[in-house]
């Protein structure tokens, strides 16, 4: 053991390599522990050992970079610091490391270097010879110690005293001996570590004062610069130093920047006074201003102030007050409406109905719509249309998908990255209260761990509690009574009822082929001729092409896919109108290299007249006729079948709602020999099994009525008979009650062997008793059935009422049959009544004798 001044330290000591910095005697460091020797070090001496010997070790400054992959112990510098470590705190994020808090205890030179692995050994020898100024204190020695003395005093003395942090640094000046000062000021005040490292190798006390006496002087300077330039602050001195267990170290340097501090002070000014002009309610008025108080209290290095200031700034950037005039003129709105999209009588006449009653009713709420209809159909563009019918503003939030009820409330600012929901959100970014919110694809929510969204949006969209919403983020009230709500759904299905009940349904249906038209020449034909450089002097679409490709190469309710071959067609067309063009060059350049002399000046010149045409348009449009469509398009994609799948019993037509719009379904069904099985095939959900089985049921009950019989003649259809029921497109899934009169017509077609009018579809439920039901979706349906080209359509009687909505022209063109019971319906698929007066044979019959 080495001694000195009442300070000891191990003649061995294990050595730590540091680059973060010089650590002094009489100084309190944090260095982080990261490469494979110091770990090593830190796990053998420090969280092993037992002693207060094990937790003193040697503090090597590295100065150099340090390698951590590098096997060969760098240069060590030849003095060092002992230390005692009087934490130690680990971690594996990002990687494994440990931060330790030394306390510097003396200086000593590195004698002899005893091993490198697993960690630098070294005999040391200790350098620090305190020698007392009291004795001398008139010599050289002592006016410096004097000198420096005074010099910290006048540093101090630059600061608040009224702070505890810098009383107490005044009263370590009058407690400390005099040599220890060099070394704890000069880890203090600003410095560079090679200046540090300069005082660390002072191991003469005299030649410590001459190096740090300089260092004090020119952080005076700077504090009086710094006095002259602004007025101090009260908490200038918070930041200068801090006590922690007893251990002085710097929290802040004392060159601050103290532009940016009155930039802070400025902000936080600039946004007590957005608060107050921010007309909020009072509540939401009383936690801004909490909020306000908190944060001047808090230094800028607490995370919180962060969140506390962000918090700040989005109430005061919410509309709370600030809202849109509407634009009640009821003639322009509807020209507007008629503008933007053609058919949707039912939505523009309750978008005008709002209007009227807002004339009469300034204080209205805003209403909770929701569009339900299949995909294409402009249920979207519908939304951002009565926003600039009204003049509001417009904002889409796309909920497929989504399943965190967070997305809706928001989450709590307890949380790391929290933040609004969506509606919130959405406010922020259009800046007024009354706006027009489009919720798409609310049918498509979904539901996790983290909540449900559909049960978050039971308080938006009730009108009787919206007008306090409460978002987990603000956690305070906002009224969403002026907002206008407008939802958009392919079904209702997949909506909880609760949420159903809060919005009111409107039905959007499917385009008819004639609106299909009409809309491609208002609107499709043109964007498509602009989007792809075209104009109608260069390319023309006749209406009869327009019906072509609805009906041949498209098969959907909206009219995205016709938008999408009119797109095709466009690009088509603009390669040849660029090819025409470079075609045009190149022959009048070729034409000009041909002509000799004078000739060729002339042609020169005819070139130069004719160039303004080169860029012009053909002088003929490209007309596209059938022929060119083919070419451009292929072949039909769609071709009419319907006859064709119709030429022998056991097939009929039935009508089903999709998602997508309205379908027409084929139901085939053969027999053979057997025990009497039924067997079903398509992809059938349970509801369509048991309407087969019903079909069966009543078929065979009245077979006698119907003259139906098996393959022998025997009076019971399913004796010795197996009868086998598919429906096409198995790859699809098939469900719901409404094949019911399908499937009877389909059994009683090949059970009596006759055949089914090809021009018919029909659509209904059927009860054992015979009864046919009524079913949803008879509009879609019928568009189906007049899109395929029939003639005749079967629906049940109760569903009378749903043919006002379907046009007139369609009504005109198609027959209607409102059948209450299955004897009704089997008499308008057959042509002549079922059964026929002269019923034919299924023995006679040319399609079955055949068979037989």
């Given at each position: 053991?080495?001694?000195?001044?009442?300070?000891?330290?191990?003649?061995?000591?294990?050595?730590?390599?540091?680059?973060?910095?010089?650590?002094?005697?009489?100084?309190?460091?944090?260095?982080?522990?990261?490469t494979?020797r110091?770990m090593?070090?830190?796990?053998?001496?420090?969280?092993?050992?037992?002693?207060?010997?094990?937790?003193?070790?040697?503090?090597?400054?590295?100065?150099?970079?340090?390698?951590?992959?590098?096997?060969?112990?760098?240069?060590?510098?030849?003095?060092?610091?002992?230390?005692l470590a009087?934490?130690?705190?680990?971690?594996?994020?990002?990687?494994?490391?440990y931060?330790?808090?030394?306390?510097?205890?003396?200086?000593f030179?590195?004698?002899?270097l005893?091993k490198?692995?697993?960690?630098?050994?070294?005999?040391?020898?200790?350098?620090?010879?305190?020698?007392?100024?009291?004795?001398?204190?008139?010599?050289?020695?002592?006016?410096?110690?004097?000198?420096?003395?005074?010099?910290?005093?006048?540093?101090?003395?630059m600061?608040d005293m009224?702070?505890?942090?810098?009383?107490?640094?005044?009263?370590?000046?009058?407690?400390?001996?005099?040599?220890?000062?060099?070394?704890?000021?000069?880890?203090?005040?600003?410095?560079?570590?090679?200046?540090?490292?300069?005082?660390?190798?002072?191991?003469?006390?005299?030649?410590?004062?001459?190096k740090?006496?300089?260092?004090?002087?020119?952080?005076?300077?700077?504090?009086?610069?710094?006095?002259?330039?602004?007025?101090?602050?009260?908490?200038?001195?918070?930041?200068v130093?801090?006590?922690?267990?007893?251990r002085?170290?710097?929290?802040r340097?004392?060159?601050?920047?103290?532009?940016?501090?009155?930039?802070d002070?400025?902000?936080?000014t600039?946004?007590e006074?957005?608060?107050?002009?921010?007309?909020?309610?009072?509540?939401?008025l009383?936690?801004?201003?909490?909020?306000?108080?908190?944060?001047?209290?808090?230094?800028?290095?607490?995370?919180?102030?962060a969140?506390?200031?962000?918090y700040?700034?989005?109430?005061?950037?919410?509309?709370?007050?600030?809202?849109?005039?509407?634009?009640?003129?009821?003639?322009?709105?509807r020209?507007?409406?008629?503008?933007?999209h053609?058919?949707?009588?039912?939505?523009?006449?309750?978008?005008?109905?709002?209007?009227?009653?807002?004339?009469?009713?300034?204080?209205?709420?805003?209403?909770i719509?929701?569009?339900?209809?299949?995909p294409?159909?402009?249920?979207?563009?519908?939304?951002?249309?009565?926003?600039?019918?009204?003049?509001?503003?417009?904002?889409?939030?796309?909920?497929?998908?989504?399943?965190?009820?967070?997305?809706?409330?928001?989450?709590r600012?307890?949380?790391?990255?929290?933040?609004?929901?969506?509606?919130?959100?959405?406010?922020?970014?259009?800046g007024?209260?009354?706006?027009?919110?489009?919720?798409?694809?609310?049918?498509?929510l979904?539901?996790?761990?983290?909540?449900?969204?559909?049960?978050?949006?039971?308080?938006?969209?009730?009108?009787?509690?919206?007008?306090?919403?409460?978002?987990?983020?603000l956690?305070?009230?906002f009224?969403?009574?002026?907002?206008?709500?407008?939802?958009?759904?392919?079904?209702?299905?997949?909506?909880?009822?609760?949420?159903?009940?809060?919005?009111e349904?409107l039905?959007?249906?499917?385009?008819?082929?004639?609106?299909?038209?009409?809309?491609?020449?208002?609107?499709?034909?043109?964007?498509?001729l602009?989007?792809?450089?075209?104009?109608?002097?260069?390319?023309?679409?006749?209406?009869?092409t327009?019906?072509d490709?609805?009906?041949?190469?498209?098969?959907?309710?909206?009219?995205?896919?016709?938008e999408?071959?009119?797109?095709a067609?466009?690009?088509?067309?603009?390669?040849?109108?660029?090819?025409?063009?470079?075609?045009s060059?190149?022959?009048?350049?070729?034409?000009?290299?041909?002509?000799?002399?004078?000739?060729?000046?002339?042609?020169?010149?005819?070139?130069?007249?004719?160039?303004?045409d080169?860029?012009?348009?053909?002088?003929?449009?490209?007309l596209?006729?059938?022929?060119?469509?083919?070419?451009?398009?292929?072949?039909?994609?769609?071709?009419?079948?319907?006859?064709?799948?119709?030429?022998?019993?056991?097939?009929?037509?039935g009508?089903?709602?999709?998602p997508?719009?309205?379908?027409?379904?084929?139901?085939?069904?053969?027999?053979?020999?057997?025990?009497?099985?039924?067997?079903?095939?398509?992809?059938?959900?349970?509801?369509?099994?048991?309407?087969?089985?019903?079909?069966?049921?009543?078929?065979?009950?009245?077979?006698?009525?119907?003259?139906?019989?098996n393959?022998?003649?025997?009076?019971?259809?399913?004796?010795?008979?197996?009868i086998?029921?598919?429906?096409?497109?198995?790859?699809?899934?098939?469900?719901?009650?409404s094949?019911?009169?399908?499937?009877?017509?389909?059994?009683?077609?090949?059970?009596s062997?006759?055949?089914?009018?090809?021009?018919v579809?029909?659509?209904g439920?059927?009860?054992?008793r015979?009864l046919v039901?009524?079913?949803?979706?008879?509009?879609?349906?019928?568009?189906?059935?007049?899109?395929?080209?029939?003639?005749?359509?079967?629906?049940?009687?109760?569903?009378?009422?749903?043919?006002?909505?379907?046009?007139?022209?369609?009504?005109?063109?198609?027959?209607?049959?409102?059948?209450?019971?299955?004897?009704?319906?089997?008499?308008?698929?057959f042509?002549?009544?079922?059964?026929a007066?002269?019923?034919?044979?299924?023995?006679?019959h040319?399609?079955?004798?055949?068979?037989?």
């Open positions: 053991m080495s001694s000195s001044g009442g300070i000891q330290i191990p003649g061995r000591l294990p050595l730590l390599l540091t680059h973060e910095g010089v650590l002094l005697p009489g100084a309190t460091m944090r260095i982080s522990v990261d494979a110091n090593q070090l830190v796990k053998s001496r420090l969280l092993k050992g037992t002693s207060l010997k094990s937790t003193i070790i040697g503090v090597i400054p590295n100065t150099k970079d340090p390698d951590h992959d590098s096997e060969e112990l760098p240069t060590l510098h030849s003095i060092g610091t002992a230390g009087v934490q130690v705190v680990g971690s594996n994020w990002p990687k494994p490391h931060t330790l808090l030394i306390t510097g205890l003396c200086r030179r590195v004698a002899q005893l490198e692995r697993p960690f630098p050994l070294a005999v040391v020898v200790q350098l620090d010879q305190l020698e007392q100024l009291t004795n001398s204190p008139d010599g050289e020695l002592g006016e410096l110690g004097e000198r420096f003395y005074q010099a910290a005093v006048q540093l101090v003395g600061l009224s702070v505890p942090v810098v009383a107490k640094l005044r009263r370590m000046l009058d407690s400390l001996p005099r040599e220890t000062l060099p070394d704890v000021l000069a880890s203090m005040i600003r410095t560079t570590n090679k200046e540090k490292l300069q005082v660390l190798d002072a191991v003469s006390l005299e030649e410590r004062f001459k740090t006496l300089p260092l004090l002087s020119r952080q005076i300077e700077g504090l009086k610069l710094l006095q002259k330039t602004r007025k101090p602050k009260p908490d200038d001195d918070k930041k130093l801090s006590v922690r267990k007893g002085v170290f710097p929290i340097q004392f060159s601050l920047d103290e532009e940016a501090e009155d930039d002070g400025d902000d936080i600039l946004l006074r957005k608060v107050k002009g921010a007309s909020m309610p009072e509540p939401a009383r936690v801004c201003v909490k909020e306000l108080k908190r944060l001047k209290k808090m230094p800028q290095s607490m995370p919180e102030y969140l506390t200031r962000n700040l700034e989005l109430m005061v950037e919410l509309p709370w007050s600030k809202s849109t005039t509407d634009c009640l003129d009821i003639r322009a709105a020209v507007l409406l008629d503008n933007d053609y058919a949707m009588e039912k939505l523009k006449r309750r978008v005008l109905e709002y209007l009227a009653v807002r004339q009469l009713k300034s204080s209205l709420k805003g209403p719509l929701c569009f339900v209809g299949p294409g159909v402009g249920k979207t563009s519908v939304g951002r249309s009565i926003a600039r019918t009204l003049g509001r503003e417009f904002h889409r939030i796309a909920l497929g998908g989504v399943c965190d009820q967070s997305d809706i409330r928001g989450h600012r307890t949380y790391v990255g929290s933040m609004p929901g969506r509606i919130i959100n959405g406010l922020k970014s259009v007024v209260n009354n706006p027009v919110f489009l919720l798409d694809e609310v049918d498509k979904g539901k996790s761990l983290q909540g449900d969204p559909a049960a978050a949006l039971l308080e938006v969209l009730d009108p009787e509690q919206n007008h306090s919403f409460t978002d987990h983020y956690n305070v009230a009224d969403l009574s002026q907002v206008l709500f407008i939802a958009t759904a392919n079904t209702t299905a997949t909506i909880p009822p609760a949420l159903l009940d809060r919005m349904v039905q959007v249906p499917g385009y008819t082929q004639e609106e299909k038209v009409e809309i491609a020449h208002r609107h499709l034909i043109p964007h498509q602009e989007q792809h450089g075209l104009t109608p002097q260069q390319l023309q679409i006749p209406p009869h327009t019906h490709i609805i009906s041949r190469y498209t098969r959907e309710a909206g009219v995205r896919s016709l999408r071959k009119i797109g067609i466009c690009r088509a067309v603009a390669v040849k109108v660029a090819e025409g063009h470079k075609m060059k190149q022959e009048s350049s070729n034409h000009q290299q041909d002509q000799p002399g004078d000739e060729k000046e002339a042609g020169a010149e005819e070139a130069q007249r004719e160039s303004a080169l860029s012009a348009p053909p002088e003929m449009p490209i596209i006729d059938p022929i060119a469509l083919k070419d451009i398009l292929g072949p039909p994609l769609f071709e009419m079948e319907v006859s064709e799948r119709l030429t022998l019993p056991g097939v009929a037509i009508l089903a709602w999709t997508l719009g309205g379908e027409i379904m084929f139901v085939e069904a053969s027999r053979m020999e057997g025990d009497g099985q039924l067997t079903l095939t398509g992809q059938l959900g349970d509801v369509m099994k048991e309407s087969a089985h019903l079909a069966i049921s009543w078929l065979r009950s009245n077979a006698k009525l119907y003259q139906l019989t393959m022998s003649g025997h009076p019971d259809p399913m004796e010795g008979t197996d086998h029921l598919h429906f096409p497109a198995g790859a699809v899934l098939k469900d719901g009650p094949a019911g009169v399908t499937i009877v017509t389909c059994l009683a077609s090949l059970l062997g006759r055949l089914v009018r090809s021009d579809a029909m659509t439920e059927i009860t054992l015979g039901l009524p079913v949803g979706g008879i509009k879609d349906k019928v568009l189906a059935a007049h899109r395929a080209g029939l003639k005749r359509v079967i629906i049940p009687k109760r569903n009378e009422k749903d043919l006002e909505e379907i046009p007139a022209h369609i009504r005109a063109e198609l027959d209607f049959v409102a059948a209450g019971s299955v004897d009704q319906v089997l008499n308008a698929a042509g002549g009544g079922f059964p007066a002269a019923t034919t044979s299924p023995l006679t040319p399609h079955l004798a055949s068979k037989l």
